[in-house]
């Protein structure tokens, strides 16, 4: 069966840190991969998403980066944080194939100080 | 304009009785996915029940089932038997283009906090 790891749960840091975030999905192929931000009591924003190894898309301009380094692994960064980017963070896989779900990590909850 | 309307950012229902969650989208596709995700307190997003634009029946999925109205743009999620652990926010979300070249972005709703008395 597959499943998907996201870590770290919990995340506190300074401004103007580095950050990176990784998730990785086991049990399937050539997954597509996204990365969400949910700021509190609201819904889900995409940040970026890819279709293959290489292949970042981003939706929202910002301070992160993406990138997905092996087919299964996928990972969020900043050079430098804001306090603008606390917040819930998720990542999700899906089939490439259409009408089937995303399966969503755990997430992390990232707070800036 | 929004693709997936949630107009109720409330709900609250007895335990034991069943409660319909509100969710319409927008698509000139006549090919689309319709899911609804459960999230809650913790953090966790999880997938509850999907319906394909072409499937004729609703779907069900143990205590959901989906009351697909494709004329009406709708697809109510419905809970029977509510539990107190059933108490979450829930997501209703659409992806267009099920076959090759689809879209590879859902679109969510803002979703929908279901709060189950005892």
């Known amino acids: 069966s597959q499943t998907i790891h996201q870590w770290p749960a919990t995340l506190v840091q300074p401004v103007g840190s580095p950050l990176s975030l990784e998730c990785t999905v086991e049990?399937?192929?050539?997954?597509?991969l996204y990365w969400y931000r949910q700021a509190a009591g609201r819904g889900l924003q995409l940040l970026f998403y890819s279709v293959g190894i290489g292949q970042i898309s981003s939706e929202v301009p910002q301070n992160l980066s993406a990138s997905r380094p092996q087919d299964r692994q996928f990972i969020l960064s900043s050079k430098k944080l804001l306090l603008s980017d606390s917040g819930f963070y998720l990542c999700?896989?899906?089939?490439?194939?259409?009408?089937?779900?995303?399966?969503f990590g755990d997430g992390t909850r990232l707070s800036i100080l | 304009a929004q693709k997936i309307t949630q107009t109720q950012p409330g709900m609250f229902v007895q335990e034991k009785e069943a409660v319909t969650l509100d969710c319409t989208y927008d698509t000139s596709d006549q090919s689309y996915g319709l899911f609804w995700y459960k999230q809650p307190s913790s953090g966790e997003m999880i997938f509850l029940i999907y319906q394909g634009s072409y499937d004729e029946q609703n779907a069900t999925e143990g205590r959901y089932s989906l009351n697909f109205q494709k004329a009406r743009k709708s697809a109510n999620l419905v809970i029977s038997a509510s539990q107190l652990g059933d108490s979450a926010m829930y997501f209703c979300?659409?992806?267009?283009?099920?076959?090759?070249?689809?879209?590879?972005?859902?679109?969510f709703g803002r979703g929908t906090s279901l709060i189950v008395h005892p």
């Open positions: 049990g399937t192929s050539n997954p597509n």
């Open positions: 999700a896989w899906s089939a490439q194939e259409g009408g089937q779900p995303q399966h």
């Open positions: 979300a659409m992806r267009e283009g099920l076959g090759a070249g689809g879209s590879y972005i859902p679109t």
